[in-house]
Nanobody, 119 residues
């Protein structure tokens, strides 16, 4: 059974940092590209960071230079380090399988983790 369990969200002041984790199970994690999406109130869900099975990373312009995605295949976990947070970063954050090879994993969405940036 595919599972993606996000954690690490919370309330942080502008300029602060948070580290998100996503524990994966039920599929061959190491062979799949992974990503982080976010959805702010009233907005569409957007892909903000991705990492291939080989470790190549890509970022949306809105987070480039502030966020870092990484993975630990031994722990089946993908991370998102978020620095210099802004109120516009407030959203529910989701991790996602980006490789369409395993359809069940590719179509799965976890419950997400809320990040609120506010003074």
């Amino acid at each position: 059974q595919v599972q993606l369990v996000e954690s690490g969200g919370g309330l942080v002041h502008p300029g602060g940092s948070l580290s998100l984790s996503c524990a994966a199970s039920g599929f061959l994690f190491s062979s799949n590209a992974m990503g982080w999406y976010r959805q702010a109130p009233g907005k569409q869900r957007e892909l903000i960071a991705g990492i291939t099975s080989g470790g190549t990373t890509n970022y949306a312009d809105s987070v480039k230079g502030r966020f870092t995605i990484s993975r630990d295949d031994a722990k089946n976990t993908v991370y998102l380090q978020m620095n210099s947070l802004k109120p516009d970063d407030t959203a529910v954050y989701y991790c996602k399988v980006l490789s369409p090879v395993n359809r069940r994993a590719y179509n799965y969405w976890g419950q997400g983790t809320q990040v609120t940036v506010s003074s």
